[in-house]
């Protein structure tokens, strides 16, 4: 039986492990109850593991030896109210796993039991390495994700290749999207003050209007995307909050300013940060002044071209060519972009929409169709087995 098949079998069975999470959700670093249901199975299965990895992770593996392959799953849910009705809607007050993050435990969990079986049939050689991750959706105060804290504590280590895998509530059930190459955007912050000098709105040459400066400082920004940044090269700079003054009559001391950059490559990344100083400068040659505070989030989510092409591959074999497509480019970002840094990685999505309304990740109303539960869990099995068997060291 392929793992199509058997997947379909546990299909109750992968229902009920995701209602239970879903019914249960944690935010990041506080998925303690998702760690203990994780290992709890983990060891119905006999499957070796470390927790506190990145603090409330679990890192799992079957298997010795060459070659490494590695599939991720992140854990973490929202503070969300949810609003749908369903019978295994959240328990807990304004936090709800609206971004899927359930059905991703509960896929890596299913594919590790059809792993176990195989392993223990002599039927694989090598290493299946299972990263359950905290901490997707959210930093904390050092400004690390689960997946940076997990790469920096090792769990990458000697690792070939990593696999992940995202539901998306909006793509039609049972399809496959991937894409070679840049797929995530990177995601930078900056916060800035603009300074001046205060004074009467009625005698503004003897103060310094930081309104002013910022008011050239923003069009300079815009003009940053169009004029600086190569056209064909994707990116942007958003100023999503701007704060300032209180009378009509008072001319400010400061304006503060906060934005977010995207981009998809690190020159581009680097390119866009450099601008963004230089439009601050503008406000020194008035004889003002600026701080500038760049928070360097989640780096571009990038695919390697062979393992994205293996996906797609082993997607058409599972689902067939007709379920598997190319994938969009997002200005959305992702921190499995830091395992893929670490090893050559491939990140894919499975359409997950349940029915007719437009169910948005992030939204109250989000949910998915569970009957591609069973799917996550053959192609996340699946791509473990082919790599293996496809990376046989030669005896
Ligand atoms: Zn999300
Ligand atoms: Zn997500």
Redesign the pocket.
């Known amino acids: 039986m392929d793992y199509l098949d058997r997947a379909q079998a546990m299909r109750a069975q992968l229902i009920a492990t995701r209602r239970d999470l879903h019914q249960h959700p944690e935010l990041f670093f506080q998925e303690i109850r998702t760690a203990k249901k994780i290992t709890a199975q983990l060891d119905e299965l006999g499957i070796e593991y470390t927790t506190g990895v990145a603090k409330t992770g679990v890192v799992a593996h079957l298997g010795e030896g060459a070659p490494v392959i590695a599939l991720r799953a992140d854990m973490d849910a ?1 503070p969300i109210q949810e609003i749908n009705d369903a019978p295994y809607k959240s328990q807990t007050d304004g936090v709800m796993h609206a ?1 899927g993050h359930d059905a991703h435990v509960t896929c890596l969990l299913g594919a590790a039991a059809l792993l176990a079986q195989d392993f223990a049939a002599g039927h694989l050689r090598g290493t299946v390495r299972f990263l359950f991750q905290p901490a ?2 959210c930093e904390d105060a050092e400004g690390k994700s689960g997946g940076q804290r997990m790469v920096e504590e090792g769990a990458l280590e000697g690792v070939d290749a990593v696999i992940g895998m995202h539901v998306i509530s909006t793509l039609p059930a049972q399809h496959v999207f991937v894409r070679e190459g840049a797929f995530m955007a990177a995601v930078d912050s900056f916060d800035a003050v603009v300074l001046g000098r205060g004074g009467h709105g009625a005698y503004p040459h003897e103060a310094l209007d930081p309104i002013w400066l910022a008011a050239q400082v923003i069009n300079a920004i815009h003009g940053v995307v169009s004029r600086r940044k190569a056209p064909v090269e994707p990116g942007l700079i958003t100023v999503g909050a701007i704060h300032a003054g209180k009378a009509g009559n008072v001319i400010p001391v400061e304006v503060a300013m906060t934005g977010t950059i995207r981009s998809f490559s690190a020159e581009t990344r680097q390119l866009l940060v450099r601008e963004l100083e230089n439009c601050f400068r503008l406000t020194q040659a008035f004889g003002g002044d600026y701080k500038l505070k760049i928070q360097y989030g989640y780096p571009v989510t990038v695919n390697d071209p062979a393992m994205a092409r293996f996906i797609q591959r082993m997607a058409s074999d599972l689902l067939g060519a007709e379920s598997t497509h190319e994938a969009r480019i997002e200005t959305g970002a992702e921190d499995f972009s830091f395992m893929a840094q670490a090893a050559p990685g491939a990140f894919f999505y499975l359409g997950a929409k349940k029915d007719a309304l437009d169910r948005q ?2 939204a109250p109303d989000f949910d998915i169709d569970e009957n591609v539960l069973p799917t996550g869990a053959a192609l996340m099995a699946n791509a473990a087995r082919e790599y293996l068997q496809a990376h046989a060291p030669s005896e």
């Open positions: 929202l971004c997707e959706e990740h992030h």
